[in-house]
T-cell receptor, first 110, second 114 residues
């Protein structure tokens, strides 16, 4: 069985500071890993994915994520947070049948 | 980029009625579509996998007779919540599988059953 864990319910960061949203995974075989963002009452928006290749994946809106096989992690990062980044972030893993983490609420404080 | 639409975006219905939600891939063909359900402050839970021209595959615990899924074409899948009850109130999100190895999500449908 595959699983994705997001250990933090909420992350608070000051505007302009770097942000990290954590994700660990347990996926059989080669992991397909994704990050999505959800704004209130909206659907999911794709940010980035890792399938193979470079461990550092760059995505939309300046976000990036680092795949770490030894730590089975896929943390989402951004060098400088914006207030508009405040949203709910989901880590997901799997091929076809995608399993989502519970989500982390990111609050960027002006 | 690939776009998936859902209709309606929100719906309010009376208990006991049926509601149909449409999921369309607008600029690509999707052999496989997925239906998810999201409760408030919770993650997305996969309900079923919809394959064009064949029966949907339901996840454990999902009532197939209550949540009817039809995938009649490569661009349209429908989810019908039959005899809806207040506990069926939720946010329903579909996704369509497109190349390469990515799911494209619809904006979601908010269902409220009175």
């Amino acid at each position: 069985a595959q699983s994705v864990a997001q250990p933090e319910d909420q992350v608070n960061v000051a505007e302009g500071n770097p942000l990290t949203v954590k994700c660990t995974y347990s996926v059989s075989g080669n992991p397909y890993l994704f990050w999505y963002v959800q704004y209130p009452n909206r659907g999911l928006q794709f940010l980035l994915k890792y399938i193979t290749g470079d461990n550092l994946v760059k995505g939309s809106y300046g976000f990036e994520a680092e795949f770490n096989k030894s730590q089975t992690s896929f943390h989402l990062k951004k060098p400088s947070a914006l207030v508009s980044d405040s949203a709910l972030y989901f880590c997901a893993g799997g091929y076809q049948k995608v399993t989502f983490g519970i989500g982390t609420k990111l609050q960027v404080i002006p | 980029g690939a776009v998936v639409s859902q209709h309606p975006s929100w719906v309010i219905c009376k208990s006991g009625t049926s509601v149909k939600i449409e999921c369309r891939s607008l600029d690509f063909q999707a052999t496989t579509m997925f239906w998810y359900r999201q409760f408030p402050k919770q993650s997305l839970m996969l309900m079923a996998t919809s394959n064009e021209g064949s029966k949907a595959t339901y996840e454990q615990g999902v009532e197939k007779d209550k949540f009817l899924i039809n995938h009649a074409s490569l661009t349209l899948s429908t989810l019908t919540v039959t005899s809806a009850h207040p506990e069926d109130s939720s946010f329903y999100i579909c996704s369509a599988e497109g190349p390469p190895d990515e799911q494209f999500f619809g904006p979601g449908t908010r269902l409220t059953v009175l």
